[in-house]
Each structure stands twice: as C-alpha cells, then as structure tokens.
C-alpha cells in the first residue's frame, strides 16, 4: 500500500440503525493503480445483486476479480465509478462504524492470537458465554474439531494458530464473525491444502447460516459452493451470468468447462 496511490478509503457520516444486508453493484469500475506502472482495470462497469439473506457465490477464473469485489464492498478500495449499495444506501456515505459492524470479512488467512480458543472468541465479545462459543462453532462446523484438541476449548492454539490447520483456522474466524453477529458476511475460501473434508464443512456452514444473514462466498473448489441459491459467474471484469449451479450448467459453456475441469482434476 505504501507504494500505492489507491484512493485512501474514505468514510461518510451517515448511520444505518438496521441492516437487513441487501448489497447492490451497479455499474461499478475500479482499476489497481500501483506507481510506476499504468492502471490496471479490473472491474469493468460490473452490476450485481445480492438480496438480503441470501447465500451467493463469486465464481470464475484465478485473477478474474472475485477478491476485489469483496474488498470493495467491504470498502478497502473505493470504486473509480458506479455505486455500491447496502440496504440502498450508497456505501461511501456510510460512516465507518457502519460499515465495519455491517460487513464480516473472513479471509483466505485469518489471524488467531497464541491464547485458548475460548479467549480468542472473548477478545470480539468480552461477555460471551460458554454456550454461544459452542453455538457458533457448531454452526461454522469447527466444534468436532476444537473437541478433538488436547484441551478443548481451552487449547493454547500457538502463535497465529499454528496447532490447527488452514481450513480449521478459516472456520474458527468464521465463528468468530458469528459471534460478531454482522448481517454480511463475506469468506474468501481457502485456497490451499483445502481437502474434500473441508469443502464439505464448509458447505454445511454456509447450509447453516441460510437466511438469517447474507453470505458472499469466493469458492477455489465449485463443490463448496453448488447449493448456493445464486453463483455469478465472473469474467473480464463483468458478471458473465449468474444463476443457480443447475442453471449455469445448462446456460454457460464456460462454467461447464470448469466444472467438468475440476471434476476430473
Ligand atoms: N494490489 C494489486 N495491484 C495490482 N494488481 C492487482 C492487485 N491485486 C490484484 N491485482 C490484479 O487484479 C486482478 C484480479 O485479482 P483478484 O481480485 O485477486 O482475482 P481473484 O480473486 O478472482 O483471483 C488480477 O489480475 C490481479 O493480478
Ligand atoms: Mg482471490
């Protein structure tokens, strides 16, 4: 960033006493710009909508945008046209504690502090009890693993959380957003090492949350994400299509491609 003259993120005034999570691209267009170097157009004149409650997918090639939109919404970047909606309000009059407390981002390497695990969730809500921690992790389908560790819920996890692994880790912040309560929230899945017993855990958790909050889900594996009630399929800084799994396989060549690419990777 430092290098970087990206547009600083800026924050409006304006509050939101509910946030219901119904997020709206329209339009929108953003380009990297790094010093030294021309600007890289990435998103170009995108629209799309997520209505709230509901568990959608960014799908598409590396290097095609999905990160960038989730950053964007989350307004790390500010977009350099077109606007972005939460509950139809523009996001850049939002101000921070709005946005920040609206919008949960789990990313491909969350951070967890060298302290127990039930700690680690004290440290987002200092009040928690013993039976929200268990709530929420059984939804982000991480209890059965925290059960397995040498002390439960009271494990010495180790710098960064290194007695766990990377899918482990990502459900454990996971269940942290949980507990944050945030109406949005978005997961940039795991690229590495994530094996078939992840994807899988992490498919049921999004099951679980269904409805009562809004899901933006950047999948490296399409299996997490087929039960997704909407995927958009992203392309040349557009959504080419969007649509559920079933209705992307009959209407999209180039998701059929890599669908039928994984299946037999
Ligand atoms: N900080 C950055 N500076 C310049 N280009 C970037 C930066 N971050 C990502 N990009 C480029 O933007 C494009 C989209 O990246 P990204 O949103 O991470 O894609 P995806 O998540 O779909 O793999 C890629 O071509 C990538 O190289
Ligand atoms: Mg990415």
């Not at 766990?164 to 459900?171: A, F, N, T, V």
């Not at 978005?186 to 992840?198: F, P």
């Not at 950047?218 to 909407?230: G, K, P, Y």
């Amino acid at each position: 960033m430092e290098s970087s003259d990206f547009s600083r993120e800026a924050f409006g005034d304006k509050a939101l006493d509910t946030v219901n999570g119904d997020i709206e691209l329209k339009n929108v267009r953003f380009a990297y710009r790094n010093k030294g170097y021309a600007p890289v157009p990435v998103i170009k004149n995108m629209d799309l909508h997520i209505p709230a409650g509901q568990s959608v997918a960014l799908i598409g090639r590396s290097g095609c945008g999905k990160s960038t939109v989730l950053s964007l919404i989350s307004r790390l970047y500010e977009p350099n046209g077109g606007t972005i909606t939460l509950d139809g309000a523009d996001i850049s009059t939002l101000n921070q504690d709005t946005i920040r407390n609206s919008i949960g981002m789990v990313t491909q390497t969350p951070y967890l502090f060298s302290m127990s695990l039930r700690d680690n969730f004290r440290l987002v809500k200092n009040d928690v009890t013993d039976e929200e921690i268990v709530e929420v992790c059984k939804t982000a389908c991480v209890h059965d693993d925290i059960m397995r560790l040498p002390d439960g819920y009271d494990t010495v996890i180790g710098e960064g959380g290194s007695m766990l692994s990377g899918g482990q880790r990502q459900r454990i912040a996971l269940a942290r957003a949980l507990l944050r309560d945030y109406p949005v929230i978005m997961l940039d899945e795991a690229t590495s090492a994530l094996d078939n017993e992840t994807q899988a855990t992490i498919r049921d958790a999004i099951e679980n949350m269904h409805g009562k909050r809004t899901v933006v889900m950047i999948a490296h594996r399409l299996s997490t994400v087929v039960n997704c009630e909407r995927l958009f399929y992203l392309e040349n800084g557009k959504v080419l299509v969007s649509g559920t799994h079933a209705e992307l396989l009959e209407r999209c060549p180039e998701y059929r491609r890599l669908y039928s690419e994984e299946a037999s990777a």
